[in-house]
């Protein structure tokens, strides 16, 4: 196989939404495979942790506080890795939010929430990784976490604008692929989606305490861990510089949105 | 990581269009993990070659000549696996052809035989290897070859009915996910789409015209491994995990 984390040794991932979930399991990956890792997350403390606990491993993890729906944080984050660690080499942009609200009757603050997160927070850190990737002839990696909602309106009454979100992150996928091509960058995209996965993605909005309707839902529905995640990643990032993983949809088994 | 192709060790995987291009990578590479692989095609002879290179390797690989268009072709195949390896607990619907004409001026001849493979074919293997893993109880894993064609009708020229081929594919995917699903069976599906491959249907075909080989050679191409690699990490994800589309595209 010639499918191999080797070049990434020693290099420069950010992964934004590392404080917990699929972002804390590709942090932890990541460090196995001897990265350096910055993991970027309103909950600090939570990556310091992790930084702690992986503190054996070939790789290092360093904690920097950002807020994701904030573009001068997420340039602070950029900066304070160039500074300390060297450019960026790899990015996964992990950080995602789901609001308990719907359409009809729904939280306008909520609803911006959901866009400044998913969809413009990873615009603008995708940028700022094209930037220093550029600037340093890196032939990078960028993988976004997307969703099934992403390519298909799951049958969730509660699930108001998160489907449109990864509607757009979908789009930016192959848009970014299409201007990097352009650019005659050899950066490479991915778009990752996943079925529901055990993350604190729910819990994050109160949404099970909330309404017992949603509980009995949730708690009947398969779900995949956020480590087959983590490995869907790894195996995306050790693909050769000319292949593409362009989409790698995951679902747990028995799925039936 | 918690992937390891451990479990499939020893066990039966049919590879259709196992001759050459993609089917001759996934064939190969699931010899090398330690698998009884039975390839399909019609030139059966190139699979046999390939074979007794591969005689000190974990696994095995096996030729059976069979034209996939043809039903009674099908069966066979599934009776000798059945017959001489064992119950099959992969397949790999891989065998397809692209024809190389147009919907305002093509012959029906040439439609009628790349559905009749992409899509006919793939529906009658994947419900005979259904049947056996039901039999015996095994959680198996299918996994259709489909095409960015198959999500996209990009601008070239002279595809004529292969996109919809492999649009039905796609389709056919998530139907059986679903059908899976209603019948409580764990068995898992996969749909793998790559962009441009160096394979026989592309590249390497003899008969390609001069414009198009000159079209094509300035295209960025992956090599059947690169494909083969994609479906055996899908193979190795643990039994919740079903790897339900994987596009591949060169840079």
């Known amino acids: ?257 | 990581m918690v992937l390891s192709m451990d479990r499939w060790v020893g066990k039966v995987a049919i590879v259709t269009g196992a001759s050459s291009g993609i089917g001759a990578a996934v064939a190969d590479a699931l010899v090398e993990k330690g698998l009884i692989v039975l390839g399909v095609a019609r030139r059966s002879e190139c699979i046999e070659e390939r074979a007794k290179q591969l005689s000190d390797k974990k696994g095995k690989l096996h030729a059976i000549k069979a034209d996939l268009t043809k039903e009674e072709d099908i069966l066979t195949v599934f009776k000798w696996a059945k017959e001489n390896l064992g119950p099959v607990h992969i397949l790999i619907n891989n065998a397809g052809i692209v024809a190389y004409t147009n919907l305002t001026e093509g012959k029906t001849e040439d439609w009628k035989t790349v559905f009749d493979l992409n899509v006919l074919g793939l529906s009658i293997a994947t419900r005979e290897a259904v049947k056996i893993m039901k039999e015996n109880k095994i959680n198996g894993h299918i996994v259709h070859v489909n095409s960015i064609l198959g999500h996209q009708v990009h601008n070239y020229p002279g595809l004529s009915v292969y996109p919809a081929s492999k649009f039905a594919v796609t389709a056919l995917t998530e139907t059986l996910r679903q059908e899976f699903n209603h019948q409580g069976l764990k068995i898992k599906i996969t749909s793998v789409s790559p962009g441009l491959v160096e394979t026989e249907g592309t590249t390497l075909n003899p008969s390609l015209t001069p414009e198009r080989k000159v079209f094509m050679q300035k295209l960025p191409i992956l090599k059947g491994e690169d494909i083969a690699n994609g479906i055996v990490y899908a193979l190795s994800t643990p039994e919740h995990v079903q790897i339900h589309e994987l596009t591949i595209r060169p840079l």
Request: aromatic share 4%.
């Open chain 1, 1 to 257: 196989m010639v499918i191999s984390m080797d070049r990434w040794k020693g290099k420069v991932a950010i992964v934004t939404g590392a404080s917990a979930g699929i972002g804390a399991a590709i942090v932890e990956q990541l460090a196995e495979a001897g990265l350096q890792v910055a993991g970027f997350a309103r909950r600090s403390e939570r990556v310091e942790e992790l930084a702690k606990k992986l503190s054996g491993k070939k790789g290092k993890v360093h904690a920097v506080k950002v807020d994701i729906s904030k573009e001068d944080d997420i340039l602070k984050g950029f900066k304070w890795v160039t500074d300390n660690l060297g450019p960026v080499s790899i990015l996964v942009n992990s950080a995602g939010v789901l609001q308990n609200t719907n359409l009809t009757d729904g939280d306008t603050e909520k609803w911006k929430k959901v866009f400044d997160i998913n969809v413009l927070g990873l615009c603008i850190a995708t940028r700022e990784a094209v930037k220093i990737m550029k600037a340093n002839k890196i032939d990078g990696h960028i993988v976004h976490i997307n969703s099934v909602a992403g390519h298909k309106v799951p049958h969730f009454e509660k699930a108001n604008v998160y489907p449109a979100s990864k509607y757009a992150v979908t789009a930016l996928t192959e848009t970014l692929r299409q201007e990097l091509n352009h650019l005659g960058l050899k950066i490479k995209i991915t778009s990752v989606s996943p079925g529901a996965v055990t993350t604190e993605l729910m819990e994050a909005d109160n949404w099970t305490k909330d309404d017992p309707k949603v509980k009995e839902i949730m708690s009947k529905v398969p779900y995949l861990k956020a480590e087959d995640i983590a490995d869907s990643v790894l195996y995306v990032l050790a693909t050769p510089p000319h292949v593409q993983v362009h989409e790698l949809t995951v679902k747990p088994v028995g799925e039936s949105v």
